[in-house]
């Protein structure tokens, strides 16, 4: 076995210790079984006996490789190996014995003494050293070194266990853990390397009292715990505020890249945290059957909810991967990062506008996909207010391109991503994706009791860091220094973290295909509880270390054209069912029927073609009649 010169002096210094107590223990363990009468046997004996069982150890601690370990960080795990080393080398040892002079001369308790003396003395050292060690930098630190920031830790876990082991070394000198918050009653009480779990986490404010009163306060609260629930974590947040505490939490074991050597350094807390909530659990079988092995393409594979959707079917093993935006830039940072994730997955990049029918056409034809996602859309309601041209354009011409390359390509499957903010519109950007849902779902009826295309649609709620959303907007302000802008202060939001909704989408769509119940409704994602955007301000201030309305201010700017104070993710004469997917619903909307809808998408695209914005809203008007934007038709406004 060849050593590395750079721990060649240590490891030979501590294989030389473990034999010198070998050595040891066998006398030591002789005389603690006979006494005094060890004096009246023969020397030779003695000699002899020590000589071999020491010989034997030095053989079965190098087999072992007890000279690897690092004795600064002696743990469990080598006392485990001491304590096989030492067996193997007593049972060696009395085998030879037994050959030589078949045990004779050997007390019978012999050898379980001289188990229990080896195990100390090779075992006692090394935490010996470790304590003095620690010891020694703790005094190092309240000496001059830097000062420690108090910590209180939130959950009595491993990740708890793991953070107090790591703040005793120098990589975590930074932080010094003064006590723990459990969220289980039954943990209260107990200690984690001496640090005392000393209330519950609806006990934040008593537990910090008390760690004051003694001179600990802790500065900072951390949690241990990855995944839980958005609403403790608010609750948490607030505790946290109060008492003067940031909040941060630790990495998640993934983050880690070189093992051993990263040091644990804690994160801020995301906003992710903030809202969310157990995640579902995956039918990965169902997915991989619904994926795997078929020619897949996706419409703005460049935006947020597209990128996901690449990444996550991407895993799936599809036959091929083909990715359609408009946007050059987008197109060649999706691609980039499939060919670092999947760089033997045949795929193609391609540029292309959903809203020229030849192209769809013509590429359709040329590919043949067999299942579509269909996520390009113009989503940012305040430009399509004003752009309302581009938002039919793209959002109703653009999906019945899609949809019809669909069928004449004979797709399995094409899934239309919608939103909340089809339900009751309010904006051209609600009501365009209406149209696009209703057209979905009158082609899903067409072809009941046939093999053609399926047409899914999935609808769901405001997605974090999408294209408009509103938090990319607070932290580029909130790294300004503010203010931070809100809209109305009642004004409420359905949040998902985009990887949460893909998936979602996903297990939706392959549910959603082989069940003929679902034809010609929409699956709708539960978005769970809606948040009020003032809330999301304020929190977001505070994960900051600041505080809202001193340090960094507030400001109310009105809301915005085409924007309502609440979203809705299902009208009320759409009767939701729950389904088979965790997370997912099923609505029954109006369909509208597919040859009017045809006609009047003829009617359309010649008025966008004029820019004819008094058609063009005339024509929302008639195909979503609960449509209410802010500039109605004429005659709509009369009979009113």
């Known amino acids: 076995m060849v050593l590395d010169p750079r721990r060649l002096k240590p490891a030979y210094i501590a294989y030389a210790h473990d034999i010198v107590m070998a050595a040891l223990s066998f006398a030591l363990s002789l005389y603690l079984r006979l006494g005094a009468e060890l004096f009246d046997k023969s020397i030779d004996w003695l000699l002899v006996g020590t000589?071999?069982?020491?010989?034997?150890?030095?053989?079965?601690?190098?087999?072992?490789?007890?000279?690897?370990?690092i004795w600064r960080y002696a743990s469990l795990n080598d006392l485990l190996a001491i304590t096989r080393a030492v067996t193997l080398a007593i049972l060696v040892f009395l085998v030879l014995m037994f050959l030589w002079t078949r045990l004779e001369q050997v007390p019978r308790s012999l050898p379980f003494i001289n188990w229990f003396v080896l195990i100390a003395l090779l075992g006692g050292p090394r935490f010996l050293y470790r304590l003095i060690k620690d010891?020694?930098?703790?005094?190092?630190?309240?000496?001059?070194?830097?000062?420690?920031?108090?910590?209180?830790?939130?959950?009595?876990?491993?990740?708890?266990?793991?953070?107090?082991?790591?703040?005793?070394?120098?990589?975590?000198?930074?932080?010094?853990?003064?006590?723990?918050?459990?969220?289980?009653?039954?943990?209260?009480?107990?200690?984690?390397?001496?640090?005392?779990?000393?209330?519950?986490?609806?006990?934040?404010?008593?537990?910090?009292?008390?760690?004051?009163?003694?001179?600990?306060r802790p500065q900072r609260l951390i949690l241990t715990k990855d995944g839980m629930d958005g609403a403790k974590v608010r609750t948490l947040l607030d505790g946290a505020t109060e008492a003067g505490m940031t909040m941060a939490r630790l990495p998640k074991l993934t983050d880690f890249k070189s093992g051993v050597d990263d040091k644990m350094e804690i994160r801020p807390v995301a906003v992710e945290d903030l809202l969310g909530r157990p995640q579902t659990t995956l039918d990965r079988g169902t997915l991989s059957a619904f994926i795997k092995g078929r020619r897949v393409l996706i419409t703005g594979a460049g935006?947020?909810?597209?990128?996901?959707?690449?990444?996550?079917?991407?895993?799936?093993?599809?036959?091929?991967?083909?990715?359609?935006?408009?946007?050059?830039?987008?197109?060649?940072?999706?691609?980039m990062a499939l060919a670092e994730r999947h760089p033997a997955l045949a795929r193609h990049a391609i540029i292309g506008d959903v809203r020229d029918?030849?192209?769809i056409g013509g590429l359709f034809a040329a590919?043949?996909?067999e299942l579509v996602f269909h996520a390009a859309a113009l989503k940012h309601v305040p430009l399509v207010e004003t752009n309302p041209v581009e938002g039919v354009t793209t959002n109703v011409i653009g999906t019945v391109n899609v949809a019809d390359a669909c069928m004449e390509a004979g797709a399995a499957a094409m899934v239309m991503i919608s939103t909340d903010k089809a339900v009751n519109p309010t904006s051209?950007?609600?009501?365009?994706?209406?149209i696009a849902e209703q057209y979905c779902q009158a082609l899903d009826l067409v072809r009941h009791g046939t093999d053609g295309t399926r047409f899914i649609t999935v609808r769901f709620g405001n997605v974090l860091g999408s294209t408009g959303s509103v938090v990319p907007l607070f932290q580029r302000q909130l790294a300004q220094g503010g203010p931070l802008t809100v809209t109305d202060p009642e004004m409420?939001?359905?949040?998902?973290?985009?990887?949460?909704?893909?998936?979602?989408?996903?297990?939706?769509?392959?549910?959603?295909?082989?069940?003929?119940?679902?034809?010609g409704k929409i699956l709708v994602l539960d978005m769970g509880e809606p948040v009020r955007i003032l809330d999301l301000a304020r929190q977001l201030i505070r994960l900051a270390g600041l505080r809202p309305d001193d340090d960094i201010k507030i400001e109310f700017i009105g809301s915005r054209p085409g924007e309502k104070l609440s979203e809705e993710t299902f009208h009320g004469g759409e009767p939701l069912v729950p389904t088979e997917t965790k997370g997912v619903l099923l609505a029954t909307p109006r369909p509208g029927d597919h040859q009017e809808l045809s006609r009047s998408f003829d009617d359309l695209a010649e008025a966008c073609a004029r820019s004819d914005t008094a058609t063009i809203s005339e024509i929302l008007h008639q195909l979503v009649p609960e449509y209410r934007g802010a500039a109605e038709s004429p005659a709509r406004a009369a009979s009113a």
């Open 51 to 69: 000589i071999l069982f020491t010989v034997v150890c030095a053989v079965a601690f190098w087999f072992m490789r007890l000279y690897r370990g």
């Open 135 to 216: 010891r020694r930098f703790d005094l190092n630190l309240e000496n001059g070194g830097q000062r420690r920031i108090p910590v209180l830790l939130v959950g009595a876990g491993d990740a708890a266990e793991l953070f107090i082991r790591a703040t005793s070394r120098p990589g975590g000198a930074d932080y010094r853990v003064v006590g723990i918050v459990a969220e289980r009653p039954a943990n209260v009480g107990r200690h984690i390397h001496g640090i005392e779990a000393m209330g519950t986490t609806e006990e934040l404010p008593a537990v910090v009292e008390e760690l004051a009163a003694r001179g600990d």
């Open 303 to 335: 935006g947020s909810i597209g990128g996901e959707l690449v990444r996550q079917i991407s895993d799936f093993a599809p036959a091929e991967l083909v990715l359609l935006d408009n946007s050059e830039f987008n197109l060649y940072s999706v691609e």
């Open 357 to 359: 029918s030849d192209r």
């Open 367 to 369: 590919i043949r996909p």
């Open 428 to 434: 051209v950007m609600g009501a365009t994706k209406r």
């Open 492 to 519: 409420k939001r359905y949040f998902m973290t985009v990887s949460e909704a893909v998936a979602l989408v996903l297990q939706a769509s392959a549910h959603g295909s082989r069940d003929s119940e679902h034809e």
